[in-house]
């Protein structure tokens, strides 16, 4: 998993309370053998005027104007600006794969649904919760100044605007350590690396045919 | 202090690491891969940058998606006609070759079912802990091997590192004294075990299979019985390595080479319960009691000796097994039938990853050789488990027997046991299947499955109906 420590991008305001995991990622398209490739289809329903279809080519598609990413002043964006209940829904982990394939590496929100919650961890996705009054903040912030761009200091844990305004946020110990370090299960796993190298080591004097080569 | 059973002495030689939380990390020796749990987790891999911690601990083959007909099989992966299937084994051929891993691919004639498989050419080996994404994993504990199923999560967990997050599960012995009457096989044996502990009798533990009746089976029947360990809630299913182990093991293509097989054997002898081994629980059945099986529902506990009245809702006195016997009365219309006799057949299907390798063919063969599948029957099937089960059945004459009898000779792979190929039931047919899993869809929407021994099956598609098979042939 890729490391979380600081990171500076643009914002956007997505000002719709209880978005659900549908909306984030259609049904239609969890059918894939990946994981990857989500990020044209995030917000699907949302974002284009047609009803998009798996494997289709969405360049040429109808865009919604009125949806707030496809607005010029908010491309590339990489922090999302949310309202309550985000997440909800069905416990696809395409979601939090589908905002990462789009580029999204945090998302601030006044609250979170539990699943959707745990899943952007495990995907190297920070999930912010910040007070009702401080996202409204920077909801304003964000609509009234073009390229408004906020840093958010995991290690710190801070939220920080271009004026230098701080906003802290809480975040649990082990997950925080976790995604400082990049570590999903297998990360974790890994840093036992020696004790599992020792492992093989001892077991390869005691059966070594465990150990032969498998080829055609 | 008591001795250890063989799921103990498993467990402690693959331990690397031990958690305060009672996790642990095992080490896993083999993982089996297939088409359908694994892309995921190789595009995991990619994603993070990551490599298989040891390629040679992986062995890939595709089988649930492959199409079972010689025609869809000519031209390979190419050939296959549903545009998903075609994907996910296009995936497993592709991610074996980036990352190395050796497959049999659907033009290699040792592909199989995965469980078929890997004890076919030895890379299943007693003492090993064995994974797959797929939960009849319980089969390859047959050869006295810790193996289970497991999730995508997991199969990435396991490519990456070579190790589980796992708990210790408790200990159970089913033992299964005296001998077996003529044709009760090892899936009669399993059948009513599952029908004596129910389908979650075995939750949260390891089941070890023994006496007599166990010991005394081939290899085959003691995988078909592991097999099943899963329906009877365990992920996990054991039996201890004997002579029979050994002899099996001996001159497959994977087995340890001349120069370690001495050595091996040594250690493979340890694999059997201490004397003084202490179990959490022990059921123990009579084999004399045990009589071939039908299941007559939509969960494999819903079996019954094949002349036994069909248990009526009416008279279960739980009010929640009551219901889930109408339930199942209903989904598998059994109303004015009284026993399994009166129910008309419409398909049979021999095969899947308990039931299709070479001797139980052989079961089915004896059953219908210079006899004709009643005309009833709209479609019997064979379908071998493995390239090479398929070329010794061919040598031995086998298929000839089948295709004159009037049962269809395929191509191997799951097929019928899950309808994830064309090979399906349609809505209200009731069907004779040697696979392991008689739920609700399970074979083709609104299809009826009925569970029974490879013998059985083929003595119901010569009959139309289910009969003891002892009627029709004499063993
Ligand atoms: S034969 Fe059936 S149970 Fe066995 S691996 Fe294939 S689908 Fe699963």
């Known amino acids: ?5 600081v990171h500076t991008g643009v914002a956007a305001p997505l000002d719709l309370a209880n978005v659900d995991t549908d909306m984030i990622i259609p049904k239609q398209f969890l059918k894939s053998i990946k994981r990857t490739g989500f990020g044209k289809n995030l917000f699907d329903e949302l974002r284009y005027e047609d009803e998009g279809q798996p494997d289709q080519d969405c360049e040429g598609r109808p865009l919604r104007e009125d949806f707030v990413l496809n607005q010029t002043r908010y491309q590339g964006t990489s922090v999302l600006l949310a309202r309550n209940n985000f997440g909800c829904g069905s416990s696809r982990e395409h979601a939090p794969w589908a905002l990462d394939d789009y580029g999204i590496r945090a998302v601030i929100a006044p609250s979170f649904a539990d699943i959707f919650f745990n899943n952007c961890f495990k995907n190297g996705l920070l999930p912010i919760v910040l007070d009702e009054e401080e996202v409204d903040e920077l909801f304003k912030a964000v609509e009234s100044t073009e390229g408004y761009e906020l840093t958010v200091d ?8 271009p004026e230098g305004k701080e906003y802290s946020f809480l975040v649990d110990s082990f997950r925080k350590h976790c995604l400082l370090n990049g570590l999903d299960d297998i990360g974790l796993t890994l840093q036992e690396a020696d004790s599992i190298k020792a492992y093989e080591e001892k077991r390869i004097q005691q059966a070594p045919w465990l150990f032969a080569e498998r080829t055609l | 202090m008591a001795g250890k059973t063989l799921y103990d002495k498993l467990w402690n030689s693959h331990l690397v690491q031990q958690r305060n939380d009672g996790s642990a990390l095992i080490y896993i020796d083999l993982q089996l891969l297939h088409e359908v749990t694994s892309p995921q987790a190789f595009e995991g891999l990619r994603l993070a ?15 649930h998606n492959v199409p079972t007909t010689a025609e869809e099989r000519k031209s390979g992966v190419n050939g296959i006609e549903d545009p998903v299937s075609k994907i996910q084994v296009t995936t497993l051929d592709e991610n074996c070759d980036e990352f190395g891993i050796t497959e049999f691919n659907m033009m290699d004639v040792r592909q199989g079912i995965v469980h078929v498989v890997g004890p076919e050419q030895g890379a299943t080996l007693p003492g090993m ?20 199923g497991i999730g995508t999560s997991e199969v990435e967990h396991v490519l990456a590192t070579q190790c589980l997050v796992a708990k210790k599960m408790r200990n159970m ?10 044709w009760v096989t090892a899936k009669d044996v399993v059948l009513a075990i599952i029908g004596k502990i129910g389908t979650a009798g075995g939750t949260g533990f390891a089941i070890e299979f023994g006496g007599e009746a166990i010991q005394s089976l081939s290899m085959e029947g003691r995988m078909t019985v592991c097999n099943m360990a899963i329906e009877a809630g365990a992920r996990v299913g054991l039996i201890a390595v004997d002579d029979t182990t050994i002899d099996y093991v001996k001159g497959r293509p994977y087995a340890p080479k001349p120069e370690q097989w001495d050595m091996a054997v040594e250690s493979w002898k340890e694999l059997v319960s201490d004397d003084d081994a202490e179990f959490d629980e022990v059921v123990v059945l009579q084999a004399k009691d045990i009589k071939p099986q039908v299941t007559w529902g939509t969960s494999p506990e819903m079996v019954i000796p094949v002349d036994d009245f069909i248990p009526k809702p009416e008279d279960q006195q739980d009010p929640v097994q009551r219901e889930g016997y109408a339930r199942a009365w209903k989904y598998m219309g059994l109303e004015g039938k009284e026993k399994l006799s009166d129910i008309t057949l419409d398909k049979v299907f021999i095969g899947s990853c308990t039931n299709s390798r070479i001797e139980d063919l052989r079961a089915a063969a004896d059953v219908v050789k210079g006899r004709k599948v009643a005309n009833t029957i709209k479609e019997a099937i064979v379908v071998p488990g493995s390239g090479l089960v398929k070329a010794q059945a061919e040598d031995e004459g086998l298929d000839k027997i089948f295709t004159e009898a009037g049962l269809q000779w395929r191509e191997p792979g799951c097929s019928m046991c899950l309808a994830m190929n064309a090979d399906k039931l349609g809505a209200g047919e009731h069907c004779a299947s040697t696979s392991n899993r008689n739920f609700e869809g399970r074979q083709g929407f609104g299809g009826r499955t009925h569970l029974v021994s490879p013998a059985m099956a083929a003595a119901a598609a010569i009959a ?12």
Request: aromatic share 6%; charged share 20%; glycine share 8%.
């Open chain 2, 173 to 182: 012995l089913v033992r299964v004294d005296g001998q077996l009457s003529p």
């Open chain 1, 1 to 5: 998993m890729r490391p979380f420590t």
């Open chain 2, 49 to 63: 940058g990551r490599k298989p911690w040891r390629t040679s601990a992986s062995l890939a083959t595709p089988d």
């Open chain 2, 464 to 475: 139309g109906h289910f009969i003891d098979v002892n009627e029709l042939v004499k063993h």
């Open chain 1, 154 to 161: 995991l290690d710190a844990q801070i939220v920080k605007t």
């Open chain 2, 129 to 148: 802990t064995v994974v797959c994404g797929d939960s009849h994993t319980s089969t390859h504990g047959a050869f006295g091997a810790l193996a289970h």
